[in-house]
């Protein structure tokens, strides 16, 4: 059923958000879930006809011309920015595409299970484990979970999450965390395989192949199938970048569909935007030289008359 108070969009149960999704696989569709950082962004992603819109606060610092890895660092309180991104930006804006909280699931500092409470109570229809520890790796991942900021943390918060209905979309990057992710009650599983290339602020040395992000990508399905054959899988980051990589991964993994943060965010306003003021600046100005010689003029005279009296 639609928002009972208003009767259209957010917040959608559940089981109204995965029954959207599949409708969209009966039509024979892919699922594409966009992340937004600002108000703007999800207002033209919705009309673009995205199936959902996650917020989550690497939108801000990739908004703000940043690197989205940023949304990792201790730059701000990630639950509180995501949070002030939907309520003042994105969901007042958004009409019907459902809208998804991005949770920092190991911050020592929140009752998760009071923390989905707010989520919920403020129009979210579901949530995403983002920041995530699932894409930290070697000695400082093991150091996280020694000291109790455990990737662990998002398994519970995802669980706590199915308990209060919200529907949940997770990144998982190895396939030991998907199987923990199925097993918590996740409805949609995104294999991420690593920060998105391209644009002025993307990786490049620091990029897997094509190849290798088809072969995580299978391997994470393929270990959640082992668990439930009812998650969705969808591909995110790395190489995947254009529309037609998306279309790779789907043609040669079991993914059906893909989600896009500075995919579809960020590199769709650099290129047209620089494009864009070029051609502001190359339009015509029939006055601009008389003005400039005039003002040039009028400053000498003024300069001259100083240095003569």
Request: net charge positive.
């Amino acid at each position: 059923m639609p928002n009972p108070w208003t009767g259209k969009g957010n917040p959608y149960t559940r089981a109204e958000v995965i029954e959207r999704l599949h409708a969209a696989l009966r039509r024979g569709e892919p699922i594409i879930a966009a992340g937004a950082g600002t108000g703007i962004s999800a207002k033209f992603i919705e009309k673009g006809g995205a199936d959902l819109i996650i917020i989550y606060n690497s939108g801000r610092f990739r908004m703000a011309g940043h690197g989205s890895t940023a949304g990792l660092m201790a730059y701000g309180d990630a639950n509180a920015v995501a949070l002030e991104i939907g309520e003042f930006e994105v969901l007042p804006v958004v009409e019907e595409v459902p809208v998804i909280c991005g949770v920092h699931a190991t911050d020592p500092r929140r009752r998760m299970w009071h923390w989905l409470l707010r989520v919920k109570d403020m129009g979210f229809s579901g949530v995403n484990n983002f920041p995530t520890h699932c894409i930290v790796d070697g000695q400082f991942r093991q150091i996280l979970e020694e000291t109790g900021m455990s990737v662990r943390k998002e398994f519970e918060m995802v669980a706590l999450a199915r308990k209060m209905d919200l529907f949940s979309i997770v990144y998982v990057s190895r396939p030991e965390e998907a199987i923990a992710m199925a097993e918590a009650g996740a409805d949609a599983i995104i294999a991420h395989v690593g920060t998105t290339i391209g644009g002025s602020i993307g990786v490049k040395g620091a990029a897997v192949t094509m190849a290798e992000a088809v072969r995580r990508t299978q391997a994470i399905i393929a270990a959640a199938r082992t668990v439930r054959k009812d998650l969705l899988f969808l591909s995110h980051g790395g190489p995947i970048s254009r529309p037609e990589d998306a279309a790779y991964i789907n043609a040669h993994t079991d993914a059906v569909g893909f989600v896009g943060a500075s995919s579809l965010e960020r590199l769709a306003i650099e290129d047209p935007l620089t494009e864009l003021t070029r051609r502001f600046k190359r339009i015509p100005a029939p006055a601009a030289r008389a003005f400039a010689a005039r003002a040039t003029g009028g400053s000498r005279t003024k300069r001259g008359g100083k240095r003569g009296s």
